[in-house]
């Protein structure tokens, strides 16, 4: 069982910045895929980004995100971020770390769009409301 918390949601005005934290524990954290998914009330949970753990160079970005939002990790903690600059009110919604076990062989889904039934395991998830 893969136990996955997340951290650091908050209020900020436009164009200002937050930085989410997930880690996850309970697995192995090389061989997954990690990502920030995020929902707002009567819409379905969108993908933000993501990044396959090992090597940590394969990323995948939403278009609304692409050039603002950063995906990292620290191995080390077995922890993943999301930089989030030049913060929009549109980017107001409850944000959502999950993982997925992922072989190597089909690393390159982690770069492609993924949905939330692809994700096996959740964190419960952090607010951001961003304030015009």
């Known amino acids: 069982q893969v136990h996955v918390v997340e951290s650091g949601g908050g209020s900020v005005q436009a164009g200002g910045s937050l930085r989410l934290s997930c880690t996850a524990s309970g697995a192995t954290y090389g061989n997954r895929c990690m990502g920030w998914f995020r929902q707002v009330p009567g819409k379905e949970r969108e993908e933000v980004a993501s990044?396959?753990?090992?090597?940590?160079?394969?990323?995948y970005y939403a278009g609304s995100v692409k050039g603002r939002f950063t995906i990292s990790q620290d191995t080390a903690k077995n922890t993943v971020f999301l930089q989030m600059d030049g913060l929009k009110p549109e980017d107001t919604a409850m944000y959502y770390c999950?993982?997925?076990?992922?072989?190597?062989?089909?690393?390159?889904?982690?770069?492609?769009?993924?949905?939330?039934?692809?994700?096996?395991?959740w964190g419960q998830g952090t607010q951001v409301t961003v304030s015009s």
């Open positions: 999950a993982t997925r076990r992922l072989n190597s062989s089909f690393q390159w889904q982690c770069g492609l769009p993924q949905s939330a039934e692809d994700f096996s395991y």
């Open positions: 990044i396959y753990t090992t090597g940590g160079s394969l990323t």
